[in-house]
């Protein structure tokens, strides 16, 4: 049985890996595979580094509703690269590949069915702990006992993972306070307002002060600087919009199985072909180097019903 729940936002990684790797990768015959490339180098780490892990990868079905709360939410996003379109539909297979799970619930983005399957793991009987890889910082709210992330920085491979004490050394607040934090200070990425002229610093301090958003906005006459105090007041609607933007939904209805799901053994019979088909060498070599044969990295199947018959 697995010890440890990893999941992975899917969308999340395969857009850094697109991004971080050059367009010119491809296969002989000219097929681009710098996604799919890094993104079999990242599930390649996780599986080397921390030995085999029941996994889902997560994919985004929707906006969890926050379209409809406000309507300019990721609005400043440009449509999927067609270099990274091409090489889309080939990244769920990898996965399966590897002998883990692909996951979408129709309305709902990866980050809030991540979240919900991790509240699952966490409160099953005995707990499953969870480590959850992404490139989005609004994560950080989900660390908790048992919950911990994993977040990709530069390159595909280079990553660092946070517990609390890492949330609280690297923001200055508990994980808890992050869409707090993010209420105040907006996100970018995801082009949540915030409030005008409030950076990390600012957010993390004010945060330390008064112990939520809704009590900063209550304190506005306490806080310095007559510009703050007018950006506070102006906009603390939008920094409340904002926090509910940013705040993880835990309660989404999943059909997963978690304590069946960890108990069950990965198949990685394919691994090896799919490998083969999109030319990832240094990939694979990683892979059978750490694990210490090829069959160990890409186990042959066992035909049900004859142990000692395998394809």
Do not use: C
């Amino acid at each position: 049985m697995a010890d440890e729940l990893f999941l992975i936002d899917g969308n999340s990684l395969a857009y850094r890996a697109f991004f971080a790797l050059p367009e010119s990768i491809a296969t002989s015959t000219g097929v681009p595979t710098n996604a799919i490339f890094g993104f079999a180098s990242m599930l390649v780490k996780i599986l080397t580094d921390y030995g085999p892990k029941a996994t889902v990868v997560v994919w985004d079905a929707g906006s969890s509703g926050r379209k409809a709360l406000y309507s300019d939410y990721k609005a400043q996003r440009s449509s999927r690269p067609d270099l990274l379109k091409e090489q889309w539909p080939h990244l769920a297979p990898l996965v399966e590949a590897f002998g883990y799970r692909n996951l979408s619930v129709e309305g709902y983005e990866a980050d809030d069915v991540i979240a919900s399957i991790a509240e699952r793991a966490r409160t099953a009987d005995p707990p499953v702990p969870v480590m959850v890889v992404t490139g989005d910082r609004d994560a950080y709210q989900l660390v908790q006992d048992g919950v911990r992330i994993m977040t990709t920085s530069r390159g595909i491979t280079d990553t660092r993972v946070y517990d609390r004490e890492g949330v609280i050394d690297r923001y200055g607040i508990p994980p808890e306070l992050v869409p707090d934090f993010i209420g105040l200070k907006g996100d970018t990425s995801d082009n949540i307002p915030g409030v005008p002229g409030i950076g990390d610093k600012t957010a993390a301090d004010l945060l330390q002060r008064f112990g939520s958003l809704e009590s900063v906005l209550e304190h506005v006459d306490e806080i310095s600087g007559a510009k703050r105090k007018q950006n506070l007041t102006e906009h603390a609607e939008a920094a409340r919009i904002s926090k509910q933007l940013a705040t993880a939904k835990r309660d989404i209805p999943l059909e997963l199985d978690v304590a069946a799901f960890v108990a069950a053994e990965p198949d990685r019979s394919r691994l090896r072909d799919v490998f083969r088909e999109f030319e990832l060498r240094d990939p694979l070599r990683r892979l059978e180097e750490a694990l210490g044969s090829a069959d160990a990295a890409a186990p042959a199947r066992i035909v049900r019903g004859h142990p000692n018959r395998r394809r």
